[in-house]
């Protein structure tokens, strides 16, 4: 086992973040996959892997990355990337299946849906769709089919956490009669590391679960005992379609509408498991299958932990890689607006950087709540993603992740930090927040870009040129302001704490202090 090369596609994403480390630890030699490389280069285990830049609907750069490799885990899927995301599923399959043919790789490893025996919605549709042409595609293909993924940073987990967290009484769609057999992300990862030593004879779907039947409803109410939150009133009505249900799903929680309707059509499927034939080619995850409420407890843990590896807006991503970027000292993209400041601040360099790297999420921006609230509001309104992604982790950020409704483009620690917008606008946003000097002082440095498009773009611009002042002023002012009272804080407890320990030091007994020599 030990060498063999196993090449990981999304590894920016949900699972493909997750498994490259459990490839890692079990002793493979990994490539990822990706078509920026850069997204991939702040996370844990990036010094420890090959990188490959590609796009699967690139036949050539999907042939050089697959070159020498054993095993090749498909994990691509553009669920939430519009309407033509089945045409992109199917285009990017057949490329890489014809790819990995010609490359002469042993196997393909593809995580699915369950597909059950009655009308698929769109999604599942298109996931089925994948299978079967990675199946016929002349490579050995174990195509793993799950239902919804209980883990901490999943779409399906963070949708049922915050429809149960946030309402006591709902009214709900039909869809939370059907039944469903969750399984927790541990044994995915499980079953996606051991299918790599499957032999070349197997080639076949298999259906993972985890042990447990459940309706939506029966985990809304486990969910909110595990949380230790009140019984929670579920009342079904039938005349929410999926269209409305997805409006109430990205109204109430993180998950964007776009991402919502995919994930609430498939709810009206019933996914249970038809067979455990897995269980003959791949022995069980140790401890045996995890069980639903033991998925909570440990999604939960990790949420409260601050300890989230991966979440799901970590692979969706608005815009085109030709989009133009807003780097100096040219910048050669048309028309560009600029709202430039700098603040000093009386605070050294490293606090600072602190409060700059943990903006966003439960700390908010720094000026004018309200008026960031409407915006993330009306964001959602429209189709967008809103504020409520909030971070993955409350203190540091990886290039490609996101934070509320911009994601990080560039991190220099402690001195640049750039976040590009992924609200709806008629134009390309960037913030910039870095640190520099003025006057021959520590300072806040930030600058504001929109690249408009078309009259709407620049009519955007300047009718909300007059607020600038009290929202990215404000912000400046504000981060500069908050680095001087974190230090300020700091240094006064660790003031208290050495007259603490010089009061004891001078008021212990001399027996006492010749026992803490000793020890």
Same mark, same amino acid.
């Given at each position: ?22 490839? +890692?630890?079990?002793? /493979?030699?990994?490539? &990822? ?6 997204? +991939?280069?702040?996370? %844990? ?67 699915? =849906? ?7 919605? %769109? ?16 490579? #050995? ?21 915050? +429809? ?85 799903? =990205? ?5 964007? =509408?776009?991402?919502?309707? $995919? ?57 085109? #890689? ?14 560009? /607006?600029?709202?430039?400041?700098? &603040? $000093? ?40 993603? =809103? ?6 982790? #409350? ?64 009519? /955007? ?14 912000? &400046? ?32 007994? $001399? ?9």
């Amino acid at each position: 086992m030990t060498g063999r090369l196993c090449l990981v596609t999304g590894a920016s994403g949900y699972i493909g973040g997750r498994l490259v480390p459990k490839l +890692l630890d079990a002793g /493979y030699r990994v490539r &990822c996959m990706a078509r920026s490389a850069q997204r +991939l280069r702040d996370h %844990p285990w990036a010094g420890r892997v090959e990188i490959a830049e590609a796009d699967a609907t690139d036949p050539d750069a999907t042939l050089r990355a697959l070159e020498g490799v054993d095993v090749a885990y498909y994990l691509i899927h553009a669920i939430g990337g519009g309407g033509g995301f089945a045409d992109t599923d199917r285009e990017a399959a057949r490329t890489f299946a014809g790819s990995a043919r010609e490359a002469g790789v042993g196997r393909l490893v593809y995580l699915g =849906g369950m597909v059950p025996d009655q009308q698929l919605s %769109p999604h599942l549709r298109s996931r089925a769709e994948v299978g079967e042409i990675l199946l016929a595609g002349g490579v #050995p293909t174990a195509w793993l089919r799950a239902a919804v993924i209980i883990g901490s940073g999943s779409a399906s987990f963070e949708m049922l956490r915050y +429809l149960t967290e946030r309402l006591p009484v709902m009214v709900t769609p039909r869809w939370v009669h059907t039944r469903i057999q969750p399984i927790a992300i541990r044994d995915v990862l499980h079953y996606l590391t051991a299918c790599a030593e499957l032999p070349a004879e197997v080639s076949r779907a298999f259906d993972i679960a985890g042990p447990d039947v459940l309706t939506y409803e029966d985990m809304m109410r486990r969910y909110a005992a595990v949380a230790g939150l009140r019984p929670r009133v579920i009342v079904p009505v039938p005349v929410l379609s999926p269209r409305l249900s997805s409006l109430w799903v =990205g109204g109430i929680t993180p998950v964007p =509408g776009g991402l919502a309707r $995919p994930l609430v059509e498939s709810l009206r499927n019933e996914v249970v498991a038809a067979e455990n034939d897995i269980a003959g080619h791949v022995a069980p995850p140790p401890g045996g299958p995890t069980g639903f409420e033991r998925s909570v407890e440990l999604a939960l843990r990790r949420i409260r932990e601050a300890d989230v590896a991966t979440r799901w807006s970590s692979a969706a991503v608005r815009g085109a #890689p030709s989009d133009p970027l807003p780097t100096d000292p040219d910048w050669a993209g048309g028309s560009l /607006y600029v709202d430039e400041r700098s &603040c $000093p601040a009386d605070a050294a360099p490293g606090p600072l950087w602190d409060v700059i790297e943990g903006i966003g999420g439960d700390r908010g921006w720094y000026s004018f709540p309200i008026a960031w609230r409407v915006r993330g509001v009306l964001d959602r309104l429209v189709g967008g993603v =809103g504020l409520r992604r909030g971070r993955r982790d #409350p203190h540091r950020l990886r290039v490609g992740e996101t934070v509320d409704f911009w994601r990080v483009e560039e991190i220099e620690p402690g001195r640049l930090l750039r976040l590009r917008a992924e609200m709806r606008l008629p134009g390309l946003a960037w913030l910039e927040l870095g640190i520099g000097e003025v006057d021959g002082r520590t300072a806040v440095t930030q600058r504001a870009l929109f690249h408009p498009r078309g009259l709407a773009g620049h009519a /955007y611009w300047w009718a909300f040129r007059p607020f600038h002042e009290v929202i990215f002023g404000g912000m &400046c002012r504000s981060i500069a302001r908050t680095a001087y009272e974190n230090a300020a804080r700091e240094n006064a407890a660790r003031e208290k704490a050495a007259q603490e320990n010089a009061v004891r030091s001078k008021t212990a007994r $001399p027996d006492d202090r010749g026992e803490r020599d000793l020890g």
